[in-house]
C-alpha cells in the first residue's frame, strides 16, 4: 500500500515523490485505488489557499481563481491538457484514429480552448462562491471526488489503440473498489453543505454525468485513454462544485 500510495503521489500531484522504477498493472491498480487519497490532500490545500487569499482581503472570484491556478500547478496541468485534448477529439470529424492523432498533436483547438475557458471559469466561480459562504469542506470534496471519477472510469473500460496509460490502468478496477468511493463521497457530502440532501446529490450528479461522458469518448474514441482520465477529473470538480455552491 506504501508503494502504491508513492506511485499515485508521483503520478497525480508534482510533489518529489518517486514511485517504483517499473509499472505493472498490479501497481497501477493500486495506485488508482489511492486517487481519492490523493484528491483529499489536494483538496485540503486547496480550501486552504482559498481560506488564506479570504483571509488576506482577496476578493471571492480572484481567490477562486487563484484556487483553480494553483490546482493546476499541482497537478502539472494533466487534467487540464487531457480535458483541452479531449474535448478537441470529440469535435474533430472522422473514425476514431483521425480524433485519437488530433488528441496526440500536442496543441489546443477551438474546442479545447473552450473547454478550459468554462471548466476553469466554473470552478473558480463555485470555489467564490463557497467560500462565501464559509463552506471550505466542500471546497475539499469536490476536488477529491474529482478522483473517485478516476476510479469508476478504470473499472470498465478496453484501453484504446496505442493508449500508454490507459493500458496501463484500464480495467484494473474491481466493483468493490468503485462502491467504495462512490459511497464514502456520498457520504461525505452530507456534511459538506447546510442542507444535508444537497451534497449528496451533488456527488451522485458529478459521476453520473461524467460516466455517461466517459462512455461516450470511449466509444468515440475506441477505447480509454490518459486524456478522458483527466477530462473526467476536471468535469468532475467542476460539476461537483457547481451544484455544491447552490443556496
Known sequence: MIAAARLAVSWLTVLPVRGPETVSRKSAAGAIAMAPLVGLVLGAGAAGLLWVSVW???GFALAGLITVGALGVATRGMHLDGLADTADGLGSYGPPERARQIMKSGGAGPFGVAALIFAIGIQALSFAALAEHGRWFAVGLAVAVGRVAVVLACRGYAPAPGAGFGALVARTQSVVTAAVWTLVAIVAGVVATPAYWL?????????AAVAVLVWHCV?????????????AVEVTVAVTAAVLSLS
Do not use: C, K, T
Not at 199 to 207: E, I, R
Open 56 to 58: 488576506a482581503g482577496m
Open 219 to 231: 466509444r468515440r474514441f475506441g477505447g480509454l485513454n490518459g486524456d478522458v482520465l483527466g477530462a
Open 199 to 207: 451534497g449528496p446529490v451533488a456527488v451522485a450528479v458529478a459521476l
